[in-house]
């Protein structure tokens, strides 16, 4: 069974830019956690999404949003990029949408640059 | 306010030795604790979980964790090193009626000398 995917792996992009990032889970799986990782506040849960649904929000404004889709494919969208936005996205999925007695599985990430 | 607390920063230990990765949570209820493996480019893997029951989990590649109640911790700990567990270790908790949203640590960057 393929892991989950994340398109694209890297990205650079300029201040005020947006950026729109993929991933598709694992074949039967509904729920997507999407989380930030940078070298100063480390892992940082975004949202969650459950059957198209929005379940869970992290701590992060406006700037940042996402959706999934019915095949469970889930983009999230970052709006008037700024340079501490630079980070290695990732994202998670699993069979149900909590409690997380199920595992959950990350893919590689999409590593983005703001310059 | 769920918390988790990995008090080192950088372990270096000798292949071969033993090892033991602190991890202290916040939480008032039994959470749901788990430790997961990043190596370098790579996205996070799960080594083991706990829920409940009993409190000495066994997960792969060797490692195993203890849940201590009284302390708060989930340590990770594995007899014997090898240089290729040389990776980033993250303690992580989820809460019942979190979904599942999960909470990390900072992450423990774990080095092997040969």
């Known amino acids: 069974k393929a892991g989950v995917t994340q398109t694209p792996r890297y990205l650079i992009k300029t201040r005020g830019q947006q950026v729109t990032l993929s991933c598709s889970p694992i074949?039967?799986?509904?729920?997507v956690s999407w989380y930030q990782q940078t070298p100063g506040q480390g892992l940082q849960f975004l949202f969650e999404?459950?059957?198209?649904?929005?379940?869970n929000k992290g701590n992060f404004p406006g700037r940042f949003s996402g959706r999934q889709f019915s095949n469970s494919r889930s983009e999230m969208n970052v709006s008037t990029l700024e340079l501490g936005d630079s980070a290695l996205y990732l994202c998670?999925?699993?069979?149900?949408?909590?409690?997380?007695?199920?595992?959950?599985?990350f893919g590689p990430g999409t590593r983005l640059l703001v310059l | 306010a769920q918390s988790v607390t990995q008090p080192d920063i950088h372990i270096t230990v000798s292949e071969g030795a033993s090892l033991e990765l602190r991890c202290n949570y916040s939480?008032?209820?039994?959470?749901?604790l788990f430790w997961y493996v990043q190596s370098p480019g790579q996205g996070l893997q799960l080594l083991l979980k706990?829920?409940?029951?009993?409190?000495l989990v066994q997960g792969i590649k060797g490692f195993e964790a203890e849940f201590k109640r009284s302390q708060s911790s989930f340590n990770l700990r594995k007899p014997s090193v090898h240089w290729s567990d040389a990776a980033e270790y993250f303690c992580?908790?989820?809460?019942?009626?979190?979904?599942?949203?999960?909470?990390f640590g900072a992450g423990t960057r774990l080095a092997v000398h040969p």
């Open positions: 992580a908790v989820g809460a019942p009626g979190g979904y599942n949203k999960l909470i």
């Open positions: 998670a999925s699993s069979q149900t949408q909590g409690p997380p007695e199920e595992t959950q599985y």
């Open positions: 939480y008032g209820a039994t959470p749901y």
């Open positions: 999404y459950f059957s198209e649904t929005q379940r």
């Open positions: 074949s039967g799986h509904r729920s």
């Open positions: 706990y829920f409940s029951g009993d409190t």
